[in-house]
C-alpha cells in the first residue's frame, strides 16, 4: 500500500503562484508514475501533469508553460509549481500513483483546495 498526503493548496488572487506538494509513504519502490489530477464539480476529473521514476513529464494542455512538476526521490515527493494562475484553475487537486505494469491511477490522496481570484 501507499499512501499520498497533498499540501500546499489555498487562496491566490489571479496571475499569482502556488506550490503543491505530495508526500508518498509505504511501499514507494513500486511506484512508477506520479500525477496530480484536477476536479471542479461543473467539469470532469482532468490530468493536470504527470512523471515518471525515470522524470519524464507530460502536461495537460491548459497548464503547459504555466505549472511544472517535479520529484524528489530522496523525500518521495512530488510538487507542481503553479504560476500564472487563473479562475479556471480553481478545483480540488489530487495526487495519484501508478504502480508499475498499471494503466490508470492505484492510489490517491485527499485532495486539496486550490481557489483562484479574479
Known amino acids: 500500500q501507499v499512501q499520498l498526503v497533498e499540501s500546499g493548496g489555498g487562496l491566490v488572487q489571479a496571475g499569482g503562484s502556488l506550490r503543491l506538494s505530495c508526500a508518498a509513504s509505504g511501499s514507494v519502490w513500486s511506484i512508477e508514475l506520479m500525477a496530480w489530477y484536477r476536479q471542479d464539480p461543473r467539469k470532469e476529473r482532468e490530468l493536470v501533469a504527470h512523471i515518471t521514476s525515470g522524470g519524464s513529464t507530460k502536461y495537460g494542455d491548459s497548464v503547459k508553460g504555466r505549472f511544472t512538476i517535479s520529484r524528489d526521490n530522496a523525500k518521495n515527493t512530488v510538487y507542481l509549481e503553479m504560476n500564472s494562475l487563473n479562475p479556471e484553475d480553481t478545483a480540488v487537486y489530487y495526487c495519484?500513483?501508478?504502480?508499475?505494469?498499471?494503466?490508470?491511477?492505484?492510489?490517491w490522496g485527499q485532495g486539496t483546495q486550490v481557489t483562484v481570484s479574479s
Open positions: 495519484a500513483a501508478t504502480r508499475y505494469g498499471g494503466s490508470k491511477p492505484n492510489y
